[in-house]
């Protein structure tokens, strides 16, 4: 699938269980820009394994070659100016590399991988809301958006798991759904028709 399907713009819906990074997408940082934006952007960058220099709140010739290598990785023009299309895609980043950490911490890099091409597919189907926040905020979608666990913050392991994902790496073959055999008490998901298991996942469309 092309990375410009796979992202969906981000929507702030009041209901909506979990908070979004601070970005505002109204704006465009580029270099010789200064404040809390730009350290916002350094933290987002730092936290995907784009940004190694200190965070200082100043956007100089690290932050954009950081910002940079990102876009050429979403499928961006590597221009290193941080406007709303680069803005939205690390906010989706952040929130889909929350649930991978939540879901899939202690799985293998394949099954974070897994994680986040089940979210990517999900905004591909007609079942299901066509941005990523609402997809991760659907009641009892996903466990660690209700139990807590996606305020916890990700590791590199899976913001890498989620960039390789919306590269095209899907080892769920298209699946929307997975759930782990052992611990699973809804007795719908066993009706679905399963694709692969990875790790304690099995994943389903």
């Not at 713009?9 to 601070?22: D, E, K, Q, R, Y």
């Not at 941080?82 to 939205?88: E, F, Q, S, V, Y």
């Not at 809804?186 to 399963?194: A, K, L, P, Y």
């Amino acid at each position: 699938m092309k990375i410009v399907k796979r992202i969906a713009v981000l929507i702030v819906m009041g209901f909506t269980l979990v908070a979004t990074p601070s970005l505002s997408y109204a704006q465009m940082l580029g270099k010789g820009s200064t404040g809390r934006e730009v350290t916002a952007l350094q933290h987002m960058m730092k936290n995907a394994g784009y940004f190694h220099g200190p965070v200082t709140g100043y956007f100089g010739p690290l932050t954009k070659n950081s910002v940079a290598n990102f876009q050429q990785a979403a499928g961006l023009v590597p221009d290193g100016v941080a406007g709303p299309k680069t803005l939205r895609k690390l906010n989706d980043l952040d929130i889909m590399a929350r649930v991978v950490n939540g879901e899939a911490r202690g799985e293998s890099y394949i099954g974070k991988v897994a994680v986040a091409a089940v979210i990517l597919n999900r905004l591909e189907d007609r079942r299901f809301p066509k941005d990523a926040y609402r997809v991760v905020n659907e009641t009892n979608a996903f466990t660690a958006v209700h139990d807590g666990q996606y305020i916890l913050p990700p590791g590199p392991d899976s913001y890498r798991a989620v960039v390789d994902a919306l590269k095209g790496w899907d080892p769920t073959y298209g699946s929307v759904f997975y759930y782990n055999p052992n611990t699973a008490t809804n007795q719908w998901i066993f009706t679905r028709q399963s694709v692969t298991r990875i790790g304690n996942h099995i994943f389903a469309k």
